[in-house]
């Protein structure tokens, strides 16, 4: 990507996060960027372009994240770290966050299929790992794995809602992971 789309790329990040993708023109874009409409189209074929450019970016951020947590740590300690992987992806690009989580929506046809299967891949993994701690013995045996699935992504999704960039994501993420694994952890019987 050129310097210049990757400009106007992040400026349509921003707008979007700021007034949604359907409060933002592409004249808003170029006069965000000092540019005139019509420039746009030597670097965009059109809005959705770039819509699709920022949620794809997200979803790499976060399944990049992700990746870095290490495997060799304990079942609960990997759910720590996705969750302090997470949310430093909010703190670090936050307009990205906001589209990823907010936005996306507006894609339409074969891009919605991908973004929902990135999507869906993601919670995937997450689950996993709650599954893997269950199986354990480091979380609950009766724990409802999809419960405690949708319960991270709910409290890392809505981040970007609150989330400053200057914050400490580790220390928030340990604050969160503290008040979600205390009531997962108990009471664990093996099977």
């Known amino acids: 990507m050129s310097a210049r789309r ?6 349509a990040a921003r707008l979007f996060a700021a007034r949604g993708y359907h409060g933002t023109s592409l004249a ?4 965000a960027l000092g ?8 670097h965009i074929d059109s809005k959705e372009d770039l819509l699709w450019e920022v949620a794809r970016a997200g979803a790499e951020a976060f399944h990049a994240a992700l990746d870095a ?24 690009q936050l307009d990205a966050a906001t589209v990823f989580t907010r936005e996306w929506r507006s894609l339409g046809g074969e891009r919605r299929k991908q973004f929902l299967a990135e999507r869906r891949r ?7 790992l709650f599954r893997d701690a269950v199986e354990r013995g480091e979380l ?10 949708l319960l991270f992504l709910s409290a890392a999704n809505w981040a970007y809602t609150w989330l400053r960039a200057d914050a400490d994501a580790v220390a ?7 008040l979600i694994l205390d009531g997962m952890r108990g009471y664990a019987t093996r099977a």
Request: proline letters at 3%.
């Open 172 to 178: 928030v993420a340990d604050r969160f992971f503290n």
């Open 69 to 92: 947590v290490p495997e060799s740590e304990s079942a609960t300690a990997r759910i720590r770290d996705a969750l302090r992987a997470h949310l430093a992806v909010v703190a670090a």
């Open 35 to 42: 540019m005139r409409k019509p420039s746009l189209y030597h």
């Open 6 to 11: 990757d400009e106007i790329t992040r400026e």
């Open 28 to 31: 808003d874009v170029a006069e």
């Open 140 to 149: 609950r045996s009766d724990l409802d794995v999809d419960t405690a699935t």
């Open 122 to 128: 993601y919670e995937a993994r997450i689950r996993d």
